[in-house]
């Protein structure tokens, strides 16, 4: 079957760093991205990563093991305007349609 | 300036009766996709078109439907709306199937719909 999972929610400091994790368990797998939602708004795209390593930008890392099915987005210098959902979504392997299998997302929560 | 916008933002339609929301796109994309997000849950694609070739997920209700009588614009009809169809409809575009780095998924700010 397939699976991706995420923390239901995480709770961090203003200027501190997060790591919000996704495991993923697909048929097959062509890439893997990070989307940004605040609350009532549309998703935005923030990173890709389709091979093995650190892809950064900015103040936000995304990170991926393909044998381990493992990913995890990496937030730094934290601010309050961060406090939003973090989806993982997965592109299948077995897709010739552009179709992402997405997590439940991560709820973060920037306190001061 | 917006890209995928969806209109309206909030619909309130009532038990049964049909609705249709709205898509459309300045970004001259061939693909554009409906998705249904309960609240707390991952968005769930219900089916997307390439050009005019329409591909429905398998586990779409029949109660869904979807029209694109042209490039920018696409439609979804629920044709007898019930309770459990509360949710956001996120409407999105990619260029092509080939989703990369530069070719993603660009997503519509979404209508919120409200079964009374």
């Known amino acids: 079957g397939q699976n991706i999972d995420q923390p239901t929610e995480m709770t961090a400091t203003e200027g501190a760093i997060v790591q919000i994790n996704c495991t993923y368990q697909?048929?097959?797998?062509?890439?893997l991205f990070w989307y940004q939602q605040h609350a009532g708004e549309a998703p935005t795209f923030l990173s890709y990563?389709?091979?093995?390593g650190l892809e950064e930008k900015g103040r936000f890392s995304s990170f991926l093991s393909r044998s381990k099915g493992y990913s995890y987005l990496l937030l730094k210098e934290l601010q309050m305007k961060d406090s939003a959902s973090y989806l993982c979504a997965v592109m299948e392997g077995s897709s010739n349609t552009g179709k992402l299998i997405f997590g439940q997302g991560t709820t973060l929560q920037v306190k001061p | 300036d917006a890209m995928v916008i969806q209109n309206p933002r909030y619909q309130v339609t009532q038990f049964g009766k049909p609705v249709t929301l709205s898509c459309s796109q300045t970004?001259?994309?061939?693909?554009m996709y409906w998705y249904q997000q309960k609240s707390s849950q991952a968005p769930k694609l219900l089916f997307h078109y390439y050009d005019k070739d329409f591909n429905n997920e398998a586990d779409t209700p029949d109660n869904f439907q979807s029209r694109r009588p042209n490039t920018s614009f696409c439609f979804l009809d629920i044709r007898s709306p019930g309770l459990g169809d509360a949710a956001m409809y996120l409407c999105?575009?990619?260029?092509?199937?080939?989703?990369?780095?530069?070719?993603?998924?660009?997503f519509g700010p979404g209508t919120r719909l409200l079964v009374l």
């Open positions: 970004l001259n994309h061939n693909v």
């Open positions: 697909t048929s097959g797998f062509n890439g």
């Open positions: 999105a575009t990619s260029r092509s199937y080939r989703l990369a780095q530069q070719e993603t998924q660009y």
């Open positions: 990563n389709v091979l093995d």
